[in-house]
């Protein structure tokens, strides 16, 4: 069977993507499907990324209302394509990540995934981070393996860039191998300050941003941040970069109008995405971007006006839809689990070697 599904809850805590494929030359997306986070669970599931009280519990029914949601998107999918579960091979599950610290060694994704093999009636492959750190790695990205799978370089230098609630980059040349890392806040902290100022819970094109004008003062404050001056293998998530890191920034300096605010987040997003191409790939020919950040033209602009002599656009220039890239790689990662085929890159987390990723759960 080559029918893979793939389910990926991301950090910006929006919804779950699900995405149908087939295991083939080429990989093949056939069908997709979204699913909006109930605010309840979207709250709970942020509130179990800090500390609190009677957690232990509290992650344990998070992820079961996880497990049913995402059984609920994958068995309306199947019927809307008219497909049998008996069809598909496995499901690969990122889960929700609610903890990642590799330096301390560990990563914390939940979503039960026995429950949901229970639910669909389909084998599960879930857990894919904890081998690689285990292994001595970031356990983050794991998307450059996919990346490198699913882009022809046909011979260039080429970055495809992922903005999600966090950006990454995967880093794809010729004769080399795959190298990739995180660049720091991709919208987590536009969505979460806009939300604080306008209720809305993300900044439609960039246009709130795009009123603003860049803070300087406050730019080169939050670039200070220590984790910009590090070189890959490195990762980040809400443990560094939240609400709270923004608001010790501004209460250092004179008080700046909201718009303002937004339009120099949107600039650290850029800045600290094309700051990290420049040191670590030499002229690179073309920016692919996916994830939601694809969709904020002012980003998307900027990008493109920091990075005169690349070509930037979005993933669809090659037909791959944006939304779909990271829900289609956690499918390819339940393929790849099930065939023995190493997944990470040491070049991209820092692992000791090559790891098999993911724990199976029968159908």
């Not at 957690?55 to 029914?61: D, P, T, W």
């Not at 609610?98 to 990563?107: C, D, N, Q």
């Not at 603003?212 to 970069?241: H, M, N, Y």
Request: glycine share 10%; charged share 15%; proline share 5%.
């Amino acid at each position: 069977m080559s029918l893979y599904i793939g389910v990926m809850s991301g950090t910006s805590l929006d919804g779950l993507d699900i995405a149908l494929i087939e295991q083939g030359q080429p990989l093949e997306l056939l069908a997709t499907l979204y699913i909006p986070m109930p605010d309840d669970l979207r709250n709970e599931l942020l509130g179990l990324c800090a500390s609190g009280p009677d957690e232990i519990a509290r992650a344990a029914l998070a992820e079961q209302r996880w497990a049913r949601l995402a059984a609920h998107g994958i068995n309306q999918l199947l019927e809307q394509e008219q497909i049998s579960s008996s069809a598909i091979r496995a499901i690969g599950s990122h889960g929700q990540t609610i903890r990642h610290e590799p330096a301390r060694g560990f990563t914390v994704q939940i979503g039960n995934p026995a429950l949901l093999a229970e639910l669909t009636g389909i084998t599960v492959v879930s857990d894919f981070r904890r081998r690689d750190v285990a292994a001595g790695g970031q356990g983050a990205p794991l998307v450059p393996a996919f990346h490198e799978a699913l882009f022809e370089t046909q011979g260039e230098r080429l970055a495809v860039l992922n903005v999600g609630g966090f950006s990454n980059l995967s880093l794809i040349e010729t004769g080399k191998p795959v190298s990739g890392f995180d660049c720091g806040p991709g919208n987590v902290l536009l969505d979460a300050w806009i939300n604080a100022n306008q209720g809305q819970s993300f900044d439609r094109d960039g246009a709130w941003a795009a009123s603003g004008t860049i803070v300087p003062a406050l730019l080169q404050d939050l670039l200070s941040d220590p984790f910009f001056a590090g070189t890959g293998p490195k990762s980040t998530g809400r443990e560094v970069f939240n609400l709270p890191w923004l608001q010790q920034h501004l209460a250092r300096l004179p008080a700046c109008a909201a718009q303002d605010v937004q339009a120099t987040l949107l600039e650290l997003t850029a800045l600290t995405i094309v700051d990290s191409l420049r040191a670590a790939q030499h002229e690179t020919q073309a920016l692919l971007v996916c994830g939601g950040g694809a969709h904020n033209s002012a980003l998307m602009q900027r990008l493109a006006g920091l990075l005169p002599n690349t070509r930037v656009s979005s993933t669809a220039a090659c037909g791959i839809d944006p939304d779909w890239v990271e829900a289609m790689a956690f499918a390819w990662l339940a393929h790849c689990c099930l065939e023995g085929i190493a997944a990470n890159r040491p070049s991209v987390t820092g692992a000791r070697g090559l790891r098999v990723l993911g724990a199976i759960y029968p159908a």
